[in-house]
């Protein structure tokens, strides 16, 4: 817990670094919101600024040192909704883009290299519960609500703690229809331009040279959702992403390869379907017909989820607005 005291907020180094971000990008986020001046003259931080000002700063400043102490990445969304958590600030006049999650009912996934994989967002933490109480989980949510990368955690802690054998990635190559022998290479070549989000989520959590090494080992698997035909997947964490561009009998194909001791998720998002008909989505047929299925999940990721660019939760709200009007 950080020691507070007047306008002192007494902090190690490396919690220091953590709290004012890349080139002090998070310092200038409080600064900003608060119309504060933080200074770093070496353990710790000095805040001026009037006094409801500096103790708005404090209560962000100390919150996002808590979350160090507990071995949480600091990302630049957890700082704007810190920023305008009334709770947490007292003010009105903020309007968070998201629910924030109190510290002590967050999820923590897996340490991975960037420190402790938790939920940003209330939406993200019930995710998470599915994850961790069902075998089969359906996740729909719109671009950046983080529907992949935790999918990717998960299966990442399954993985290194022994739970499963290997980890498999498939998606449907809808631009290419399935039929990926024309473009050059192997088979991983074939399909990782349609896995980069993946590719990169792996390699965010483990690093390159662990990544390459469990690809070379076949711990980590990828394959374009045609392959998948035929296989009885055992001991396996099985991820489809963008699953919304599957057909019916595709996802009845790839539900049915479940084996013993495995694990799916089913990631998409059912407003971006980039099938010639919409209504022939798997993902949606699926979502609705095994809705009472037992050891089936879902979770529903909204725009108030989204953990990019502010922005991009209010572009999605805009279309959301336009196809309901």
């Known amino acids: 817990m950080a020691a507070v005291k007047d306008d002192f907020i007494n902090l190690t180094d490396p919690c220091v670094l953590a709290v004012v971000g890349p080139s002090e990008r998070y310092l200038a986020m409080i600064e900003g919101a608060f119309k504060v001046l933080v200074e770093m003259p070496g353990g710790g931080l000095v805040i001026s600024g009037d006094a409801r000002a500096r103790q708005k700063a404090k209560a962000v400043i100390t919150t996002m040192a808590d979350m160090y102490d507990q071995g949480v990445d600091i990302a630049e969304a957890d700082v704007r909704r810190l920023i305008n958590e009334p709770q947490l600030t007292g003010q009105s006049g903020h309007s968070s883009s998201a629910p924030s999650v109190p510290l002590d009912q967050r999820n923590t996934i897996v340490m991975g290299r960037r420190g402790a994989i938790a939920a940003k967002t209330a939406g ?29 955690a998960h299966g990442v802690s399954l993985l290194l703690k022994g739970a499963v054998d290997k980890l498999i990635i498939t998606r449907p190559a809808v631009e290419a229809g399935e039929r ?69 009998m595709q996802m009845k194909m790839i539900l049915t390869r479940l084996g013993e001791g495995s694990k799916m ?13 919409r209504g022939d989505s798997g993902l949606v047929h699926a979502v609705h017909l095994l809705d009472k299925v037992e050891g089936v999940g879902k979770a529903e990721l909204k725009a108030e989820d989204i953990v990019r660019h502010e922005l991009v939760a209010r572009i999605v709200r805009a279309y959301d607005n336009e196809f309901k009007s």
């Not at 994850?131 to 990717?152: E, Q």
């Not at 990631?267 to 379907?273: C, F, L």
Request: charge should be negative.
């Open 265 to 277: 998720v089913v990631t998409g998002d059912p407003s971006q379907i980039d099938l010639p008909n």
């Open 180 to 248: 990926l022998g024309f473009l050059p290479g192997d088979l991983n070549e074939k399909i990782d331009p349609y896995l980069t989000p993946i590719w990169g989520a792996l390699d965010d959590i483990l690093g390159a040279q662990v990544l390459a090494k469990k690809r070379e080992t076949k711990e980590i698997e990828v394959a374009p959702l045609a392959y998948m035909r035929g296989r009885t997947l055992s001991y396996a964490y099985v991820i489809i992403d963008e699953a919304q561009n599957t057909t019916r």
């Open 124 to 152: 993200q933490a019930a995710y998470i519960h599915e994850l961790a109480r069902n075998d089969l989980v359906f996740a729909l949510g719109p671009a950046g609500s983080g529907k992949t990368f935790l999918a990717v």
